[in-house]
């Protein structure tokens, strides 16, 4: 057993039910929980290690990425895909990720969960939809465990390629026979439905227009079976996706959806831009989640996800920097402040959304999401993932109103420290579970061998 105490935090933002925000706060944590919370007043006691922010911390719960896709930072950038919308966008990688391996699966995995965790991530959802070469989703899980990142991993899946009037290569598909032997060969291997549980499987289909109607329908009864394994994919992301829902399938997204048996509180969709206030209701009556990916929409001209009116039909709301080739970077506070500012320029009213509802979304409407309920706020009984934030920073200057506020109104970039699962991973900035330059370099040299 191992104690750890944080001591003398400017402000400790609980996010817990009363949503308390502790002046000179601190955290009692016994291995991976937390133990208590209050005062540096009141928890004044030993513990094997302490730490003392010396009163210039904001300390809140890890942040929470819904969606990602990490293999994508081997294509960040690519000069053939910087103006187009999605499908143009898709259909510019497909030949490059075409040529994705293991190794590159492993190191921008590792480079994708690097640039999250600095940015405050702690716990991550990744989307990984193709297996070309010797790609097997294991290389993936392989890469995060040794970073410590809580990961909920998908096994994501592409069955329509292009002569099936689905819109990837036939090349990158696989047949459905094999998506689900797999899933469930990955689901009876890692799959941690535990309370802490640091590795979970979700099943995740790409989109509708890349799987066929059966798979959808074969995976939720698959993930159904198994407690604790979502369903994830990508819904109603711009225009082009609608038209060819109501082309292939004769029906809106969210009809489609709920056709396949994917409405429900074990169901999350990535974007739901395009979404009308009608399937808003049915989202929020059935607690169906949204992964918000404000920065994607933006750069792929998609438009912008009514995420005050989620909030208000009660629809379960977390943050996602998408892929790292359409955002084009994996900084979840970035994200933040992007979705902030995006939720006022969508309603034209700058109350549209508040500073602390974003850090809301981004802690407690993840977790949500994700569907646990031991993570995403700070308190007695909740896994110790937390970060520290120094206000003595060139960012924070004249923010001693309100430095909470500051987190999401200014942009800050970093992390000072995180800790998930009571285990330090990041310190002074720096990432301490995994050697960067490394990661980098080797990124770097298979992103070149990839591209060329
Ligand atoms: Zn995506």
């Known amino acids: 057993m191992a104690t750890l105490l944080v001591k003398n935090i400017h402000t400790l933002v609980t996010m817990d039910d009363d949503r308390r925000e502790i002046p000179s706060g601190a955290l009692f944590v016994r291995d991976n929980v937390i133990e208590q919370v209050g005062t540096t007043a009141e928890l004044d006691t030993e513990a094997d290690e302490i730490l003392d922010l010396e009163g210039h911390h904001i300390v809140l719960p890890g942040l929470i990425n819904t969606h990602h896709h990490f293999f994508q930072t081997l294509t960040r950038v690519i ?130 227009f890349s799987v066929s109607t059966d798979l959808m329908r074969e995976s939720a009864k698959m993930a159904r079976a198994y407690p604790g394994v979502r369903l994830h994919t990508h819904l109603a992301e711009n225009k082009g996706d609608v038209e060819y829902s109501l082309e292939t399938f004769g029906m809106m997204p969210e009809d489609y959806a709920e056709s396949v048996g994917w409405l429900g509180e074990d169901v999350w969709h990535a974007h739901c831009v395009k979404l009308r206030d009608r399937a808003l209701e049915k989202f929020g009556h059935t607690g169906t989640g949204v992964a918000h990916c404000p920065c994607s929409n933006m750069r792929l001209g998609s438009g912008i996800a009514p995420i005050r009116k989620m909030l208000n039909h009660h629809v379960p709301v977390g943050l996602g920097v998408d892929g790292a080739a359409s955002n084009d970077a994996s900084n979840l506070l970035h994200e933040a402040r992007t979705a902030f500012l995006l939720a006022r320029v969508k309603d034209e009213d700058p109350g549209a959304i508040t500073a602390r509802e974003v850090l809301e979304i981004a802690t407690r409407g993840g977790a949500r999401v994700l569907g646990r309920d031991d993570i995403g706020y700070l308190a007695p009984g909740m896994a110790a993932d937390f970060i520290a934030v120094n206000c003595d920073r060139p960012q924070f200057v004249g923010t001693a109103s309100d430095p909470v506020a500051a987190l999401i109104f200014c942009q800050v970039d970093g992390v000072d420290y995180s800790f998930i699962n009571g285990i330090k991973v990041v310190e002074n900035g720096q990432l301490l579970t995994g050697e960067l330059p490394l990661i980098q370099a080797q990124c770097q040299k298979l992103a070149t061998q990839l591209v060329s």
């Open 79 to 208: 000069r053939a895909a910087q103006n187009s919308d999605l499908f143009g966008w898709l259909q510019s990688l497909y030949p490059l990720w075409s040529n994705l391996t293991a190794e590159g699966m492993y190191y921008s995995s590792q480079m994708a969960a690097a640039e999250l965790m600095l940015s405050g991530c702690t716990t991550a959802s990744d989307h990984h939809y193709l297996f070309p070469n010797d790609c097997k989703l294991d290389d993936q899980i392989r890469a995060i465990a040794p970073l410590g990142l809580r990961f909920h991993a998908s096994r994501g899946s592409m069955s329509v390629g292009e002569s099936k009037g689905g819109l990837p290569p036939d090349s990158l598909v696989e047949s459905e026979a094999a998506i689900l032997q797999d899933s469930q060969r990955l689901i009876e291997t890692y799959h941690d439905n535990n309370r802490y549980g640091m590795l979970r499987l979700v099943l995740a289909p790409c989109s509708p």
